[in-house]
Each structure stands twice: as C-alpha cells, then as structure tokens.
C-alpha cells in the first residue's frame, strides 16, 4: 500500500516559468509533509517542509501547499532554473509516533529547459 | 546542517558476499537512520540505528540480513550479508541533527551492484 503517491513521473518545464509537483497520501495520520531534490550519484537534500497546522510554507522560489481535506500537497518553483533539474520526492511522517519514520513518495523528475 | 560521509561510494560485488557501508558525521547527531532506494523506487527506510543498543528495524528488514552499528554519535555501519542481485540497490544514511527535529539529512547514498 503505496501511503504518498507522485503520479506524475516525469515533469518538463520552460526556464522562467513555474513548475508544480504533487504529492497525494492516504494516511490522515501524517502531519508533517517535506520534500527533497535529489541529483544523480547525490544524496536527497532537504528542500522545504510544512507542518499540518499550516496551510502554505514560503522559502525564496519554493512554496509548498497543503491541503488537508483534499490529502494533496503541492510544490510550486518560481521561476524554474535549469539548475533545478532533479528528482524530487515528498515525504510524511507523523510527529507524535517518535520514530521519525518517512513514508517517501516515489518521486518526479524534473526537467527545466533553457 | 551536518556533514555526511559514505564509504564506499560505488562498489560491484558477488552473490553470498557482504559488504560493510560506513557513515560518518562531522558532528553528534541525535539519530541516525539507513535507507535504501531500489532502481525506479521509492526510498525506504531500513532500521534507526541506535548508539549503544540494537538498531530497531522496519517490517521487512531483519537483523541477520541488515546487522548494524552506531559505536558512537558520529558514526554507524550498515553489512549487507549475503547478498543477492536483488540486494541491488542506493543505500543511503540520513540524520536528524539537534537544530531540528522534523528534518532528516542524507549523505551521498552507496551505489551497490551484485552480480
């Protein structure tokens, strides 16, 4: 039972415009949502995070929606940079059980075009 | 955030051999986790490696298959015993640090093929 979905595999995108990234889950346990950019041969980095209490979380280019109701969080990159290329994956967890355990989603590859 | 080291960073190996994976942090972590990303897969998390005790392990994964060590806050070590292509795999180790508590930091991951 896949807990956080990505269906959209693979995204492309024009330089300059605004990239989006979704991310479903099932689980209305989770109440800590991230997501992390990964290059190839790198290891994930942390991106930018949300907690549920909140419904929108702004860092430079990067926000990240979340709509409880709906399960649906989403990523928004404005203005994409050709630099931003990478697989992107969210993850939930859920901050009461203390194990710190991440569901991870199975990722988005996104491709800026210059 | 934290500096994290993985040796080694690639390696090729045959089937019923294991190989030790080493991470190491430039500063004391409060925890650290293993992970493994299958090809065209998602990341999962193995066990939480536990400083001075036995790691704890998620559903699926087992001791014998996966023993692990953290000696101390800096570092820790994931074998994978007896391994099969399937075994085939990124293994990464992340960590939570103390600034944070809800974001983990990976290292570079450790490419493993077994023929």
């Known amino acids: 039972d896949q807990q956080v979905k990505q269906n959209s595999p693979s995204l492309s995108v024009q330089e300059g415009r605004i990239s989006i990234l979704n991310c479903d889950y099932t689980?209305?346990?989770?109440?800590?949502f991230l997501w992390y950019k990964k290059y190839p041969a790198e290891g994930p980095t942390f991106l930018i995070s949300i907690s549920s209490i909140k419904d929108k979380n702004e860092d430079g280019r990067f926000t990240v929606f979340l709509n409880k109701s709906a399960k649906h969080l989403s990523l928004h990159i404005v203005p994409s940079q050709p630099g931003d290329s990478a697989v992107y994956f969210c993850a939930a967890y859920r901050v009461p059980s203390g194990t710190y355990k991440y569901i991870f989603g199975t990722g988005t590859r996104l491709k800026v075009l210059a | 955030s934290a500096v994290i080291s993985q040796k080694p960073s690639r390696d090729i190996c045959q089937r019923g051999t294991s190989l030790t994976i080493q991470c190491q942090v430039d500063?004391?972590?409060?925890?650290m986790f293993w992970y493994r990303q299958q090809p065209g897969q998602s990341l999962t998390l193995i066990a939480t490696?536990?400083?001075?005790?036995?790691?704890?392990?998620e559903s699926g994964f087992v001791i014998d298959k996966f023993p692990i060590s953290r000696p101390n806050l800096t570092f820790s070590t994931l074998t994978v015993s007896n391994m099969s292509p399937e075994d085939s795999s990124i293994y990464l180790c992340?960590?939570?640090?103390?600034?944070?508590?809800?974001?983990?930091?990976f290292g570079p991951g450790t490419r493993l093929t077994v023929l």
């Open positions: 500063s004391q972590v409060t925890m």
């Open positions: 992340s960590v939570i640090s103390g600034a944070s508590y809800n974001e983990q930091f």
């Open positions: 689980n209305s346990m989770f109440d800590y």
């Open positions: 490696a536990n400083q001075g005790s036995e790691a704890t392990y």
